[in-house]
């Protein structure tokens, strides 16, 4: 027997895998935009570890968001955040998905567009209003005027979001169908060909 490696099983998920090496996908955009949901199913795809920005720094606070924004207030809450991500991007590939503030650091995006592939995950005001509305744990949004703070937020970090790799459109379909399209455009950029089945569809 000669002791030649057989080649890996091709698919879409194995070719993003071997093009990202030790860099992350990072998840960017909105609250609301099902940047942990559509996170988790990314990594499972792609079988790597998931984390979630917020999770880890309530970790590493040992408090809530909501009780480091009132104990500490929000400048506090944005330090910590930017470290816990710089950490969090040096134990890459992992996908990571990020409160919506945290692109808005240049430091943050400095550090993710070196270490990272990111996808903004783009939806509009009344999707966005529509999912917020079902939890009460977002500190900023604990306004009289909830529906125009997001409207003031989309205007300030929409044209800072666009600076992310590559934008997905979140919006009430499946979520699989967000997955399968977030896979597709990564293959796509980062290999430079559609993904192996859609290939052979075609041919
Ligand atoms: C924030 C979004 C939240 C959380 C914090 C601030 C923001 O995360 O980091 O409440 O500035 O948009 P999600 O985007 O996961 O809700």
Redesign the pocket.
């Known amino acids: 027997m000669s002791d030649a490696v057989l080649p890996a099983q091709a698919s879409p998920e194995a070719d993003i895998l071997s093009a990202l090496g030790a860099r992350s996908i990072v998840l960017v955009?909105?609250?609301?935009?099902g940047?942990?949901t559509i996170g988790r199913r990314i990594a499972a795809r792609l079988k790597l570890p998931f984390i979630?920005?917020?999770t880890e720094?309530e970790a590493a606070a040992g408090m809530t968001?909501p009780e480091i924004?009132e104990r500490h207030g929000e400048p506090h809450?944005r330090d910590g955040?930017a470290r816990v991500i710089a950490r969090l991007l040096d134990g890459g590939p992992v996908v990571l998905?990020?409160?919506?503030?945290?692109f808005?650091r240049e430091e943050t995006r400095s550090r993710i567009a070196a270490k990272a592939i990111s996808i903004w995950l783009k939806a509009d005001h009344d999707v966005i209003m529509r999912r917020?509305r079902r939890r009460a744990?977002?500190?900023?949004l604990q306004t009289a005027d909830p529906e125009g703070t997001v409207t003031r937020?989309l205007t300030e970090r929409e044209p800072v979001y666009g600076n992310a790799d590559l934008t997905i459109a979140s919006r009430d379909v499946p979520h699989d169908r967000i997955v399968d399209e977030t896979i597709e455009t990564l293959h796509a950029y980062l290999c430079g060909q559609p993904p192996a089945d859609l290939a052979s569809a075609v041919r």
């Not at 955009?29 to 935009?33: D, E, Q, T």
């Not at 744990?137 to 900023?140: E, M, Q, S, T, V």
């Open positions: 955009g909105m609250m609301g935009v940047k942990s979630d920005a917020d720094i968001i924004f809450f955040e998905a990020t409160g919506g503030g945290a808005m917020v744990d977002r500190p900023l937020l």
